[in-house]
């Protein structure tokens, strides 16, 4: 999308999100989801200086800031030599000056060295820290304009005013100017180049660029890329909207199980905290010290707790001059030299190579000058002079010195170097003409294949990956796989073509391994898609019963599939098989259409309303009551199937719920503690699917972004 050039009414609904005022002191800005100031910046008046911050800075349904601040705040004054002024409360200025400390000028109590293995020397990273801070701090930055206890704020002869609903009015002496909504929204926007007619096979080994760019370049995404090992993906530094883009692309998120993250400026990390609350819990690689930074920075923005949120994602600290392994890929990390911790890495896999430059500033002359200045010692001036130009592919940025490489520099290398070289963080326009290095592209049909030996247990390899997505093998003994790799069988199935038929007897399990399905029956009030890692055809099997719908394969497919008597005695006394057994009891085209139709769960994948299926008990209301009064901890959350139920709230009505509504409080969704204030009663009779307390609790565990999501809802 291209940006706005000019403005046609006082208020401007953005378009990925917040609002421009255009007022007698200038722009006003409400929110700022990330981006937006690609919206902004070929305005007449250019990126604005002033922001009104909202009362959340998080949007948990999409898992991002609508408060980012970072690049317009970079933007006025690195580039515009102004100031931004911030227009806030108290409290949300204390938190953002944590926020923004932590991405500007890096942890306050700076100790690498746990991220180093003993022996190795250790860098002095807070004075090469600083010589990129030295000469500002956050006061030349940014100012704030704090509310007074009436809520209101003037500057420029502008007043801002919060009403008791958190909502703004605008207005200059006695004049109104905009109302505008305390709650602000984010718009997907992003390029996705072309859709694949197929899904997306992973390969072997590769790289999918997802953006190629800086922050600053309205026209093209923001850097991030996916690296491609086994046939799954890590993302490295991935930018928001990515799973949208990846879905509008024709790959299946699922794909992806662990992230790299290299640090904590906005334009590397915001997509991060978007992927941790979408199906299952991701893994991330880094060090103890960015990962500090990054639980410093997204629970101030968050407002949540460090503790709480390291519990959202699996955390693997890795160190420097010790080897980490993702996919039967070696990796090994270094600092680079940036204005905050970040580190870089290099991969070997079979026969082939890879380095990530991550932000870094490899140009020789700063170094030489940081060495005369004994800002760094001898051994890191080698060390940073020593970078793996010998890899096969070698992913390096580019961009505004001192934070960056200049292109300048990448392009007086060697001619046999500069052939092996992508650049990305650089817009098209600033990249040379003539040149042997190639500017990276954004794509999925542009991901770089690396020729790559396969590995002689590939097969096993793939079969175990799957394994490892599936919920009912999470409770089931390693010694088990093996079992599992003997009884597996590969099937493959035409676009269109009829997998399963309904009326006819079942005979075997299946889980779907590259490709998606569509379950059909005439009941079904919404489609019912599976892809990746899902499995279907199993009540049939543990039931006896026929088919009770047709599956048809949406696209190419690939399956494993096992033979019925083979997957009986596979599950037989496991947790799943009690769990296939209470599901089939339940499970009919009514439970998939309540979750589908749910205000509060239809972001749930296929997996999970699957997975959430297996836990309902339908219960009955039959009279008018308190399905739970005001003041008892709940046990069960419920999902309305008929029926409506009032909320209160110390006796007083708040709100009517219906069919797909939830019934749950927060307190449910975090400890359960006695204060709970809020009632429920069904004003008459009410049919509900009730979701055990235990159940439930599992469910969030395994699934940490529905809990925020619902949190978030309620």
């Not at 208020?11 to 902004?40: C, H, M, S």
């Not at 029956?521 to 892809?531: A, C, E, F, N």
């Not at 997996?607 to 003041?631: A, D, H, N």
Request: proline content about 5%.
């Amino acid at each position: 999308m291209e940006p706005l050039k000019e403005l046609s009414h006082v208020v401007t609904e953005l378009p990925r999100g917040g609002y421009l005022v255009q007022t007698p002191g200038g722009y006003f800005q409400f929110g700022a989801p990330p981006e937006t100031i690609k919206d902004t910046m070929f305005l007449p008046e250019g990126v604005p200086t002033v922001f009104v911050l909202p009362k959340h800075f998080f949007n948990w349904r999409k898992g991002i800031s609508v408060a980012e601040l970072e690049f317009p705040i970079y933007y006025n004054f690195f580039l515009k030599k102004r100031k931004t002024i911030l227009i806030c409360n108290e409290e949300q200025f204390l938190r953002f000056k944590t926020v923004f400390n932590e991405a500007v000028f890096g942890p306050k109590d700076l100790d690498v060295s746990r991220d180093y293995v003993e022996g190795l020397e250790v860098p002095a990273l807070k004075r090469e820290m600083k010589f990129f801070s030295s000469t500002f701090k956050f006061a030349d930055m940014v100012g704030f304009g704090i509310f007074n206890e009436k809520r209101r704020f003037t500057y420029k002869g502008v007043t801002v005013s919060q009403d008791a609903d958190d909502n703004f009015q605008v207005s200059s002496g006695s004049k109104h100017i905009a109302d505008i909504p305390g709650k602000i929204e984010f718009k997907t926007i992003y390029r996705i180049g072309e859709r694949l007619h197929e899904p997306f096979v992973p390969p072997l080994f590769g790289v999918t660029c997802l953006g190629p760019s800086h922050g600053f370049d309205p026209s093209e995404n923001t850097s991030g890329f996916t690296i491609w090992l086994n046939h799954s993906g890590i993302m490295i530094d991935p930018p928001v909207n990515t799973t949208e883009w990846l879905e509008d692309s024709n790959v299946n998120p699922k794909f992806i199980d662990s992230i790299i993250l290299t640090h904590c400026h906005a334009d590397h990390d915001a997509g991060t905290f978007q992927k941790i609350l979408e199906e299952g819990k991701i893994t991330i690689y880094t060090t103890e010290t960015v990962m500090g930074s990054f639980l410093k920075k997204y629970s101030a923005l968050a407002n949540i707790d460090e503790s709480y949120m390291r519990r959202l994602f699996d955390f693997k600290p890795v160190k420097v001059g010790q080897p980490f392994f993702i996919h039967g890929g070696r990796f090994e990390i270094f600092y680079t030299l940036h204005s905050i911790p970040a580190i870089g890495f290099t991969l070997k896999f079979q026969d082939q190579s890879f380095v990530y430059s991550s932000d870094h500033n490899n140009d020789p002359v700063i170094h030489e000058q940081l060495r005369e200045k004994q800002i760094i010692s001898e051994s890191r001036y080698n060390a940073l002079r020593n970078f793996p130009w010998h890899s096969n592919v070698i992913y390096h940025e580019s961009g505004i010195a001192p934070l960056h490489t200049p292109i300048a520099h990448l392009d007086s290398l060697p001619d046999d170097v500069k052939k092996r070289i992508v650049v990305y963080h650089i817009s098209e326009k600033d990249f040379p003409k003539q040149t042997h290095l190639t500017l990276a592209k954004f794509g999925i049909e542009n991901t770089l294949y690396f020729n790559a030996a396969a590995p002689e247990n590939v097969k096993a390899s793939q079969i175990l990956g799957t394994l490892k997505q599936l919920d009912f093998f999470e409770d089931m003994p390693i010694s088990r796989a093996q079992e599992f790799i003997d009884i597996v069988q590969i099937e493959r199935y035409k676009k269109g073509d009829l997998i399963i038929q309904q009326g006819t007897s079942g005979d075997r399990f299946y889980i779907i391994y590259f490709g998606s399905v569509s379950v059909r029956t005439q009941d079904l009030q919404s489609r019912k898609i599976y892809g990746a890692y899902d499995y279907f055809g199993e009540v049939a099997l543990v039931t006896n019963q026929l088919r009770t719908a047709d599956v048809v394969a949406e696209t190419e497919v690939t399956l494993f599939t096992v033979e019925k008597d083979k997957f009986l005695n596979f599950i037989s006394g496991s947790e799943f098989e009690k769990i296939l057994l209470k599901l089939a009891k339940v499970r009919d085209a009514e439970t998939w259409n309540v979750i589908s139709q749910s205000r509060q769960l239809n972001f749930l994948t296929s997996t999970q309303k699957t997975w959430l299926e297996s836990m309902l008990i339908p219960v009955e209301f039959t009279e008018k009551g308190p399905i739970y009064p005001e003041g008892v901890p709940p046990q069960y959350f419920y999902i309305i199937r008929s029926g409506e139920v009032t909320l209160t709230n110390n006796g007083v009505e708040e709100g009517l719920l219906t069919r797909g509504d939830v019934i749950v409080h927060s307190e449910l969704l975090k400890t359960g503690r006695e204060n709970f204030q809020y009632g429920f009663i069904n004003k008459s009779e009410a049919s509900l699917y009730a979701v055990s307390r235990e159940d439930a609790l599992k469910f969030f565990d395994r699934n940490p972004g529905v809990k925020m999501k619902l949190q978030y809802e309620f």
